[in-house]
């Protein structure tokens, strides 16, 4: 039988049993080689304005050492092509500079002809883009005959259609299924939103659910939910879990770790009063205790609002309705086509308490739900984060959107299509920027949504820094910082960071970028690196790295250099986990 054209080892079984039932059964290997093969040494992804070297050798059975080999290399982008023909011997690798690069997508080709007519030939696809430095970004539009959308200018733009509000609720589902990090909130958000993608868009089917994985870690010893990995719990994260996704974590330490705050003389009001929250998402009999206590005197905001969502989990929602009107009557701030909960010392109180109350809203379907939730969509926090709000608003709205029929007629260039929608469907299209910018809309009947998706340019802070965050980045090899390397050098990458008086206290996460010529060296200990404040990454993916920090200082990672050339190495950027904001950037080398 024939093997694929691969380099390696096949473990073969077999199996026998004569007439005579005798039976035997053993394993052999099957080595699989090549008289004469090309191999290349080149990274996938390049920076435009890159200029590599690639390393190519020629291997195999049927060469001996000193034969000559000529190579033919071509890259090849549309209907430009460079090429260029080097000559070196078997086993020996050869150095072939490639051009400086511009973005975009290109074939990258090398032809070996060795001796007595042996050829080979290695095709590769290589991508060159203009930074690695890109976010995901999400746009909601009411569409209308002069709606001008916003897209990637160099990728892909993905529109969804449907009734207006379901395409506002789609839009909310895909900032959250786009949340990266390492905080419990952030971990459940790209979950949960998946998973209602799955249900109430099913027409959706290229959104790639996240699995969370054990998330045991973030449950305490004494049963409530930290932020962080083994970091202490926090009372107002765990109420708001036990009522979105309490089957996910052990539900008797969780509950247990209410009721001892809850029967804690020493507790503050407002945490006994978020507990009871929380008692009541798990269904503990507490109703009585909840009415009693919505009854007293002097009751904050945060504190009324923690008891109307107890109420109404338990499903007492007549006196929830009630109060929550009252609540929005009189600290309810009409901002034209959002609505805001006007409380407390700082704008991350005001979010935080319109995002409860957009909850609370929406279990009671009250018409100010969508324009609460609007505001909390416009304003990001500054310390705070609202996953959670946000995905138990969706979760009570999503069963409700409404029904009737809308349609819209479309071209784009040659393309021309009249799209008509019930309740629950959706209409998908992916644009190029070319057609994206001949797109027109006709013939819009009922209100039409349209949730747009796309791949952005990377967004750094005015300045460089906020809050006296500062970050600098160092290259050193053998102990002496340098900007240039010889392939095969283990170069030592320093990051120093340190915070000014007015940064927000917690969790900051680094992310760096190497030059592409570099790889990270994921495992140091193996080349017997030890040295101290040695940075380990939470994630690596391709030229990124992300490390987590709380405090000023600094730390190294290493790279090794596995081709030659010139790159340019991009920004690293230091980012509030809590918030999701960035505080301060290095330079670019």
């Known amino acids: 039988f024939e093997l694929p054209d691969n380099l390696t080892s096949w473990r073969l079984t077999y199996h026998a049993v004569s007439e005579d039932l005798q039976a035997d059964s053993g394993t052999a290997q099957v080595k699989v080689k090549l008289p004469f093969f090309v191999d290349a040494v080149l990274n996938e992804k390049y920076l435009a304005g890159d200029s590599p070297v690639v390393f190519i050798r020629s291997l195999g059975e049927s060469l001996t050492k000193n034969a000559k080999v000529k190579y033919t290399v071509k890259l090849t982008d549309g209907d430009e092509e460079y090429e260029k023909t080097v000559e070196g011997e078997a086993f020996q690798a050869v150095q072939v500079p490639l051009p400086v690069l511009e973005a975009g997508s290109y074939r990258f080709s090398c032809t070996g002809r060795g001796p007595d007519g042996l050829a080979d030939t290695i095709t590769l696809p290589v991508e060159v883009v203009d930074t690695f430095m890109t976010q995901e970004k999400t746009q909601f539009y009411l569409l209308s005959s002069d709606a001008k959308i916003q897209g990637g200018k160099k990728s892909l733009t993905t529109l969804t259609f449907s009734h207006y509000e379901g395409t506002q609720y789609l839009h909310m589902l895909y900032s959250l299924v786009g949340i990266d990090g390492s905080r419990l909130e952030q971990k459940l958000a790209g979950s949960l939103a998946g998973e209602m993608i799955k249900e109430y868009f099913p027409d959706i089917d290229w959104i790639k659910n996240k699995e969370t994985g054990d998330l045991s870690s973030y449950q305490t010893p004494e049963g409530g939910m930290a932020i962080l990995p083994y970091a202490g719990a926090d009372l107002a994260l765990s109420a708001k879990v036990a009522a979105?996704?309490?089957?996910?974590?052990?539900?008797?330490s969780l509950t247990a770790y209410f009721y001892r705050i809850l029967n804690d003389s020493k507790e503050a009001r407002e945490r006994g009063?978020?507990?009871?929250?929380?008692?009541?998402?798990?269904?503990?009999?507490?109703?009585?205790?909840?009415?009693?206590?919505a009854g007293g005197e002097?009751?904050?905001?945060?504190?009324?609002?923690?008891?109307?969502?107890?109420?109404?989990?338990?499903?007492?929602?007549?006196?929830?309705?009630?109060?929550?009107?009252?609540?929005?009557?009189?600290?309810?701030?009409?901002?034209?086509?959002?609505?805001?909960?006007?409380?407390?010392?700082?704008?991350?109180?005001?979010?935080?308490?319109?995002?409860?109350?957009?909850?609370?809203?929406?279990?009671?379907?009250?018409?100010?739900?969508?324009?609460?939730?609007?505001?909390?969509?416009?304003?990001q926090g500054r310390d705070i984060l609202t996953?959670?709000?946000?995905?138990?608003?969706?979760?009570?709205?999503?069963?409700?959107?409404?029904?009737?029929?809308?349609?819209?007629?479309?071209?784009?260039?040659?393309?021309?299509?009249?799209?008509?929608?019930?309740?629950?469907?959706?209409?998908?299209?992916?644009?190029?920027?070319?057609?994206?910018?001949?797109?027109k809309f006709t013939q819009i009947r009922g209100k039409v949504g349209a949730a747009v998706r796309y791949q952005g340019s990377f967004e750094a802070p005015v300045g460089g820094s906020i809050d006296g965050v500062e970050l600098k980045r160092t290259y050193q090899?053998?102990?002496?910082?340098?900007?240039?390397?010889?392939?095969?050098?283990?170069?030592?990458?320093?990051?120093y960071y340190k915070?000014?008086?007015?940064?927000?206290?917690?969790?900051?996460?680094?992310?760096?970028?190497?030059?592409?010529?570099?790889?990270?060296?994921?495992?140091?200990?193996?080349?017997?690196?030890?040295?101290?404040?040695?940075?380990?990454?939470?994630?690596?993916?391709?030229?990124?790295?992300?490390?987590?920090?709380?405090d000023?200082?600094?730390?190294?990672?290493?790279?090794?250099?596995?081709?030659?050339?010139?790159?340019?190495?991009?920004?690293?950027?230091?980012?509030?986990?809590?918030?999701?904001?960035?505080?301060?950037?290095?330079?670019?080398?």
């Open 552 to 589: 000023k200082g600094m730390f190294h990672y290493y790279a090794r250099v596995v081709s030659g050339g010139s790159f340019t190495s991009e920004n690293a950027f230091i980012q509030h986990t809590a918030s999701g904001r960035i505080y301060g950037i290095s330079s670019r080398d």
């Open 499 to 550: 915070f000014g008086e007015k940064a927000p206290q917690g969790m900051y996460r680094i992310t760096d970028y190497l030059p592409a010529g570099l790889k990270i060296l994921k495992r140091p200990y193996q080349a017997d690196l030890h040295k101290n404040n040695l940075g380990w990454p939470v994630e690596v993916d391709g030229q990124k790295a992300v490390f987590m920090t709380n």
């Open 244 to 252: 979105l996704c309490p089957e996910n974590f052990d539900r008797d």
């Open 298 to 379: 002097n009751l904050g905001v945060s504190e009324k609002i923690y008891l109307i969502l107890a109420q109404l989990v338990l499903g007492n929602e007549q006196p929830a309705k009630k109060e929550l009107k009252e609540l929005i009557n009189m600290y309810g701030e009409d901002i034209g086509n959002s609505l805001r909960i006007n409380t407390g010392k700082d704008s991350d109180d005001i979010i935080e308490a319109t995002a409860l109350a957009a909850w609370a809203g929406a279990i009671l379907h009250l018409p100010e739900h969508n324009k609460l939730q609007q505001y909390v969509m416009e304003n």
């Open 477 to 495: 090899v053998m102990g002496k910082e340098t900007r240039e390397f010889n392939t095969g050098d283990l170069v030592m990458v320093s990051i």
């Open 273 to 293: 009063i978020i507990s009871l929250f929380g008692l009541a998402a798990l269904g503990e009999p507490v109703l009585g205790e909840i009415s009693l206590t």
């Open 387 to 439: 996953c959670l709000e946000e995905l138990a608003f969706l979760k009570e709205c999503l069963p409700n959107l409404p029904g009737g029929e809308i349609s819209f007629s479309y071209t784009s260039g040659d393309r021309a299509e009249t799209i008509n929608l019930i309740a629950g469907e959706t209409y998908t299209m992916a644009l190029s920027p070319e057609q994206l910018a001949k797109l």
